[in-house]
């Protein structure tokens, strides 16, 4: 059965869809990848080019060696995706998808510069996103007035985006 994965950048300027569902879900350390994110890690999903499909803008790409480019939205900075040059093959970054929580990585790559303090950071405490004030400022107020105002694109395709007003 063929499945039907979406996908794309924070501002809805880049959108994709795929017509297989992506494999080797994995994480990747290497220094080139934490540079791609700016975070500790890149996570990303393989696909043939042949299933991948841009239904909204393009991507842009950074050739960061002979073989790899690195794609991101120009206009948000999202990075959307790895590209062999030497193979059929796309990998898209797994936040980038819609249903990125059925993407759960399989595989870590790049252990030699996996931050050593990485376990360490997610036992620190913690706040809830909204849920009072976490001493920065972060209010209920501050976060209502911010999701009233997102321009962030929703988890699944839209005809237009952003919204035009009614
Ligand atoms: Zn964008
Ligand atoms: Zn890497």
Not at 13 to 30: D, F, G, M
Not at 117 to 146: A, C, H, M, Q, Y
Request: aromatic letters at 10%; proline letters at 7%; hydrophobic letters at 30%.
């Amino acid at each position: 059965m063929s499945e039907h994965w979406t996908g794309g950048c924070q501002c809805g300027a880049v959108r994709y869809e795929l017509s297989v569902r992506p494999t080797n879900a994995c994480i990747c350390h290497c220094r080139m990848c934490q540079k791609q994110f700016g975070n500790f890690f890149g996570a990303f999903a393989d696909v043939n080019t042949s299933d991948f499909k841009l239904t909204r803008g393009e991507i842009s790409y950074f050739k960061s060696s002979d073989d790899a480019l690195r794609g991101f939205c120009r206009d948000c900075g999202t990075p959307i995706a790895y590209k062999f040059a030497s193979q059929p093959k796309i990998s898209v970054s797994i936040g980038s998808l819609d249903r990125h929580l059925d993407m759960k990585p399989q595989f870590q790559y790049g252990l030699e510069s996996r931050e050593p303090w990485l376990l360490e950071v997610l036992s620190l405490p913690g706040s809830v996103t909204g849920e009072g004030d976490n001493g920065v400022g972060d209010t209920p107020e501050r976060f209502e007035k911010i999701r009233l105002s997102s321009k962030q694109h929703p988890d699944h395709d839209t005809a237009n985006w952003p919204p035009r007003p009614l």
